[in-house]
């Protein structure tokens, strides 16, 4: 019996251009699908290490902002270096004012290392505690508070590592007493004010970097990949930019993060800090 053509079978060759055109467009499809979940898996761990260098950097930004004093290099603990600093540092460490203007009750005469204040109190206006840094601007004078006493109206502070103006003949500081007198009030020099602010600083150990403030510490970062990333800004001329107050480059990758065999990549954040105030000439 003859088959007629609508009920005929397909050749072989048919039945394979037909195989051949779903096999292309399987792999199409296949490679489009894997192209997508690779480049999902990639743009995750990116993602990953990014938010936390991103968190990292606004904190680091927005509390430089906010000192009131030039940041200086430190090491991994947080403290400065002598200078001549090393061009990239651990650490950089600051001050952010804490209470004042506070009033200098009575005359601190030369060589003396006692101050008493009538402080400003206040929600604002914690009472200084031991650890804290004494400011007193008209005089050029900064130290160390070491001991606290008495009332707020007759507030006595205890200092060391005193800094203060240029002398003739030269005094090399800190030293452990008051290089000049500073008027109390109802002197002839008028209401002499001062400030109290804490030293903070941001190090940079073991792929951590932690915030370092008044013996707490927090830790604002994991798996950090450059371990000196702060330097402070210079000009062509290699003196300080003081328009900005510190440049970070602050880099993570976290290895212990896996999509699809792809490990977070490393993120460079990098940015200068404008100069907001300053109060401080000694750090």
Not at 129 to 148: C, N, S
């Amino acid at each position: 019996m003859k088959l007629s053509p609508s009920i005929r079978g397909r050749t072989l060759l048919e039945m394979m251009v037909t195989v051949l055109l779903v096999g292309i467009v399987g792999l199409v499809l296949y490679s489009i699908l894997y192209t997508s979940i690779v480049l999902g898996a990639k743009n995750t761990a990116v993602n990953f290490s990014h938010q936390q260098a991103r968190v990292a950097m606004m904190d680091m930004i927005q509390d430089l902002h906010s000192s009131v004093s030039l940041p200086a290099l430190a090491n991994s603990t947080g403290v400065p270096y002598a200078s001549p600093a090393p061009t990239n540092a651990e650490g950089i460490a600051f001050q952010k004012w804490s209470s004042g203007p506070h009033q200098v009750k009575n005359n601190a005469n030369s060589g003396q290392n006692q101050i008493t204040l009538n402080l400003t109190t206040g929600a604002l206006n914690p009472t200084p505690v031991a650890g804290q840094h004494l400011i007193v601007p008209a005089y050029e004078v900064e130290a160390d508070i070491t001991a606290v006493s008495g009332s707020s109206g007759s507030f006595t502070m205890t200092l060391a590592n005193i800094y203060g103006p240029a002398l003739t003949p030269p005094v090399t500081y800190p030293v452990s007493t008051l290089p000049v007198t500073i008027a109390g009030t109802g002197s002839t020099a008028g209401d002499v004010i001062c400030f109290v602010t804490d030293r903070c600083s941001y190090t940079v150990a073991n792929s951590t970097l932690t915030w370092n403030w008044k013996g707490y510490q927090r830790t604002a970062g994991n798996d950090i990949t450059n371990a000196v990333p702060f330097n402070t800004p210079l000009t062509p001329a290699g003196a300080l930019y003081y328009r900005f107050v510190a440049a970070i480059n602050l880099s993570t990758s976290d290895l212990a993060y896996s999509n699809r065999g792809y490990k977070s990549a490393n993120i460079l954040l990098n940015g200068q800090v404008p100069m907001k105030a300053r109060l401080t000439t000694y750090q």
